[in-house]
């Protein structure tokens, strides 16, 4: 379901000399003292499907409603498509939105909702017939251009708004929550006709979630926000596989994180004592790092093997592996989630797919086991 | 205690699945009383519909067939002033009804103006009460939370003092040594003073003071309801604010337009107090005329007749407003 992404090589941001069509720039947003988005700077580039990731109070929603022009930057600047947005009144911007309570007009029909933005750019009557006939079949609602928003469900709500949002063809789409208000069968279903709508007509999407699963699925890259700052931006493997920090391994998904002290730092491996885990962590490539250094290791659940028998030591100096008690287990179906308690009283997070039906000889309750990883499975992390 | 006793009971009871006694019931007063209402056929629900209604008889209908029973008899020098509508006489009994009352409504212009010009007079000061009373409600309603308590406080604050107080208050304003032209004439804006008082215009002034609260609270709490977003969505698809005005917030409004021109125009039509006190005495309104019927003509029949034409006056208006308010509710 992800947006394929642009091929490797085609990456704007990967490309340094790529002109972004959004550009923030040290933009700070304060209401009163208290500082809703500080000294973000942001560049989104032609065609992305960029995603604000971030919970409540993140400052995700005011960074949209600035690119909006609904409110304006206490400092820095915003540029859309080259332009400074300073003072740029939210009628005159290249940009629509699409609200999370979608907005419609509870007096309009589904036509008159979606020929709003037409009808305000003085287009005749025909071509707006035809342009709104255009955009309900392209969210599928042929035949619904008479009812009242009252009459319709959430989810065709949700695609009227879209095409409302799409009618005057916005050189950028702001999507605030968009799937917030579905129940999770019609939320999947929506993300990916959203990503293929956006596909279609190769708008630019910026998307505010606070649903870490619908930002890993829809965007081209993710921006965690945490405490009105971007912790992260990066692609959504990025995002997950190489977090930045504690914060984003633990927001994204699940991790075991341990903390421990550098004793060897050598240009292609690192040795991390961790008294929090109970044995020593092998890391198989250089850290930017000093020796004594406080850090911390972070591990994916689903990178930890399990097994009965004390696996042969792989990395020197009996690092990467630890025994442990297997003290709960969830069973999900798809996969198993074993709650391994440490002998130092700490807790591991392992998780294995069941890729064979009903394993009878399956790890269960109360077992000894080993758990090993391998030497580039974890993060270390500074920050 | 007792609570678990009952919970002992209502699980002895799904175990054996024996329909629960009546005994069993809590025994509260109101509980006898049901029983006993419903054992003649009352519900609750019944009564409290009854309550209203019941007042609605005795201070609304009743009173009113009185005053439609004295409009179709013959005004006489009695007291009360009027003849019988049923009399009987040697054992047979005669009913007159006199349709003269309704029939010279209809002949005399002196109340055909009267009527016209309380309507011209409601109707004006009714649009006038809108233009300023919704500006003020939007402000209001778009105020910040501490500023809107505020303000509605001070909306409503005139209604502490006495109506004819403030209608006196008005006259010390608007005569010809009173403070507007007291104020004009020491900035040497006018020679003479103008006259204010005795004309149509301090009417107007009256009615629209006394009754812009009217207009007023029914606006307010219509816009306050307003979405912020949909004034956003408007603006993000090109509005500029008087555009997202007219094609939004006006259309969404319109409840609260027909409620507050209701409240304003119903009571204008037979406002006494302000045209006799600020308007001249050739000042036709119906309710004067009504006044003048029943306490300098004591033609009681004859104003009653007035006083139901007046009804029925109000009513038709009220039935058109109602059916656009339902149209616009509906359509929503």
């Known amino acids: ?383 | 205690m007792g609570e678990l006793e009952q919970l002992r009971r209502l699980g002895a009871g799904l175990v054996t699945a024996a329909p629960p006694l009546a005994a069993d019931l809590p025994r509260r007063p109101w509980t006898f009383i049901q029983r006993w209402l419903a054992a003649l056929g009352i519900s609750g629900r019944a009564l409290v519909i009854a309550a209203p209604a019941l007042w609605l008889t005795i201070f609304f209908l009743i009173p009113l067939a009185i005053v439609f029973q004295v409009s179709l008899s013959q005004s006489a020098i009695r007291i009360p002033p009027y003849d019988p509508l049923i009399t009987s006489d040697e054992g047979t009994v005669q009913m007159t009804l006199h349709l003269s009352n309704f029939i010279r409504l209809f002949e005399d212009p002196l109340y055909i103006n009267a009527y016209l010009n309380s309507l011209k007079i409601a109707a004006i000061s009714t649009i006038f009460a809108l233009l300023i009373g919704y500006p003020m409600a939007y402000f209001i309603a778009r105020s910040s939370d501490r500023w809107r308590n505020i303000l509605l406080m001070l909306v409503i604050l005139p209604f502490w003092s006495s109506f004819l107080l403030r209608v006196y208050a008005w006259i010390g304003m608007l005569k010809n040594e009173g403070i507007i032209n007291n104020v004009l004439q020491g900035l040497g804006l006018i020679g003479a003073p103008i006259q204010f008082l005795q004309t149509d215009f301090a009417v107007y002034i009256g009615i629209v003071y006394t009754y812009l609260p009217f207009m007023i609270l029914p606006l307010y709490t219509n816009l306050v309801k307003l979405d912020d977003s949909l004034l956003e969505a408007s603006a993000d698809l090109g509005s500029r604010p008087w555009q997202t005005f007219i094609s939004v917030t006006l259309p969404l409004s319109i409840p609260g337009i027909v409620a507050g021109s209701m409240l304003v125009f119903i009571p204008a039509i037979g406002e006494y107090v302000i045209p006799s006190l600020l308007g001249g005495s050739g000042f036709l309104m119906i309710g004067r005329v009504l006044f003048d019927e029943f306490f300098s003509n004591r033609d009681w029949p004859m104003a009653s007749a007035l006083a139901f034409a007046m009804l029925i006056v109000v009513v038709v208006p009220i039935m058109f407003l109602q059916n656009a308010q339902n149209a616009v509710v509906s359509r929503k």
């Open chain 1, 1 to 383: 379901m992800a947006k394929k992404p642009i091929a490797a090589d085609t990456r704007p941001w990967r490309d340094p000399a790529a002109r972004p069509f959004v550009r923030i720039r040290h933009v700070t947003k304060k209401f009163g003292d208290i500082s809703a988005v500080h000294d973000v700077s942001l560049d989104i580039y032609q065609g992305e499907l960029f995603c604000l990731l971030g919970g409540s109070g993140s400052g995700k929603s005011t960074l949209l409603r600035m690119l909006a022009g609904f409110e304006e930057p206490t400092a820095g600047t915003i540029e859309i498509d080259g332009q400074d947005m300073a003072g740029v009144p939210p009628y005159h911007r290249p940009v629509n939105m699409m609200f999370q309570s979608y907005a419609l007009f509870p007096h309009m029909t589904v036509e008159q909702n979606v020929g709003y933005g037409l009808k305000r750019e003085n287009m005749p009557p025909r071509q707006i017939a035809e342009r709104v006939a255009e955009l309900l079949k392209l969210v599928k609602l042929e035949g619904y251009g008479q009812r009242k928003p009252n009459q319709l469900s959430g989810g065709q709500r949700q695609r009227v708004a879209l095409a409302r949002a799409l009618a005057k063809q916005p050189k950028l789409l702001l999507l605030d929550e968009p799937l917030g208000a579905l129940d999770k069968k019609l939320r999947e279903e929506t993300q990916f006709e959203l990503v293929k709508i956006q596909e279609t007509l190769g708008v630019t999407f910026v998307v505010v979630t606070h649903d870490q699963e619908e930002a890993m699925s829809l965007a081209t890259r993710i921006g965690v926000m945490n405490l009105g700052e971007i912790a992260m931006i990066g692609e959504p493997t990025e995002i997950y596989e190489f977090p930045n920090s504690r914060f984003v391994a633990n927001f994204i998904g699940s991790a075991n994180m341990f903390e421990g002290v550098v004793v060897e730092d050598e240009p292609d491996h690192v040795r991390i004592r961790s008294a929090d885990l109970g044995t020593d962590i092998y890391v198989g490539h250089g850290v930017d790092c000093a020796p004594d250094q406080i850090l911390w290791w972070a591990i994916r659940p689903e990178k930890i093997m399990l097994t009965r028998e004390r696996p042969a030591a792989a990395d020197p100096g009996d690092a990467n592996v630890i025994k442990g008690f297997v003290e709960d287990i969830a069973y999900l179906g798809d996969m198993t989630v074993y709650q391994v308690k440490l002998d130092n009283g700490k807790y591991m997070r392992v998780t294995k797919t069941n890729s064979r039906r009903g394993d009878p000889d399956a790890i269960s309750w109360d077992e000894t086991v080993w758990a090993s990883w391998s030497n580039s499975a974890g993060s270390v992390l500074v920050s």
